[in-house]
């Protein structure tokens, strides 16, 4: 049995109006020719490759650095000074109420303080860059719904 270039497989009778199945695998969909690549090129390049993603990536990263770092410090700060430090913890700054303490309860403006540190830095550096990409990408697909 020979090879050939004609199209002997999949078998097919003359009278059977299916369409062309792989012999293989007959509970498959019917094989179709897959459609051409387009060859039009782009005048901009796509969204997904823009650099004003990148941008706005590291952006974000330093907004999410700048909030943690600031929360996250103060705390490891106080746990250092609670384990190294006692008798400083100990120590009394007003009638009674010892440094630890103070420090402990320091901790909430602190987090207060990387909240708005947080929502500054979006206002400021994150939220203009968003909105640049969101406004080309609303052009871009009114570009492509005009074609």
Do not use: C
């Not at 782009?42 to 952006?59: K, Y």
């Amino acid at each position: 049995m020979s090879y050939d270039s004609s199209p002997r497989y999949p078998y097919r009778p003359p009278h059977d109006p299916s369409p062309t199945y792989d012999a293989t695998y007959p509970w498959q969909p019917p094989l179709s020719e897959p459609e051409p690549p387009s060859r039009r090129r782009p005048s901009e390049p796509a969204l997904g490759h823009h650099s004003d993603l990148r941008i706005l990536r590291g952006a974000y990263r330093w907004q999410r650095r700048t909030a943690t770092l600031t929360a996250l410090g103060y705390f490891t700060l106080f746990l250092i000074l609670s384990a190294f430090a006692p008798s400083f913890m100990t120590s009394e700054i007003a009638d009674g109420l010892p440094t630890g303490l103070i420090l402990a309860l320091a901790q909430v403006p602190v987090t207060w303080l990387a909240i708005a540190l947080y929502e500054h830095t979006a206002r400021r550096n994150v939220d203009p860059i968003a909105a640049r990409i969101r406004k080309q990408s609303e052009v871009d697909a009114k570009r492509e719904a005009a074609r």
